[in-house]
Nanobody, 123 residues
């Protein structure tokens, strides 16, 4: 039973870097089948997929819309995955989620979701 919990600042100034952490419980990201994604949801743009990290391989993949300014990384010792999103704008005010896809279950779907964390970008 994997549980995810997002944490980070609720307020970020425009053009600064947003840093969020996803803490994983109920399993170790050193396993072979953890694919941790960052997704956000806002009224203006709906659901947006930012990217993911294949934890065992330590390989990150990003949506083209975020590739130039997003970094997803892991800290195995803390069982955490982080998102750094540079130069954020007020339009990126959203609820940010981390989600896990279990690569061993044969389904390309997210098996676990965090509760989300509200991030407001101020002008």
């Amino acid at each position: 039973q994997v549980q995810l919990q997002e944490s980070g600042p609720g307020l970020v100034k425009s053009m600064q870097t947003l840093s969020l952490t996803c803490t994983v419980s109920g399993g170790s990201i050193t396993g072979n089948n953890y694919f941790l994604a960052w997704i956000r949801q806002s009224p203006g743009k709906g659901l947006e997929w930012i990217g993911y990290i294949a934890c065992a391989a330590d390989i990150s993949v990003y949506s083209s819309a975020f590739r130039s300014r997003a970094i997803i990384s892991k800290d195995t010792s803390k069982n955490q995955v982080t998102l750094q999103l540079m130069s954020v704008t007020p339009a990126e005010t959203a609820v940010y989620y981390c989600a896990n896809e279990d690569g061993s279950d044969g389904k390309e779907a997210y098996d676990d979701w965090g509760q989300g964390t509200q991030v407001t970008v101020s002008s």
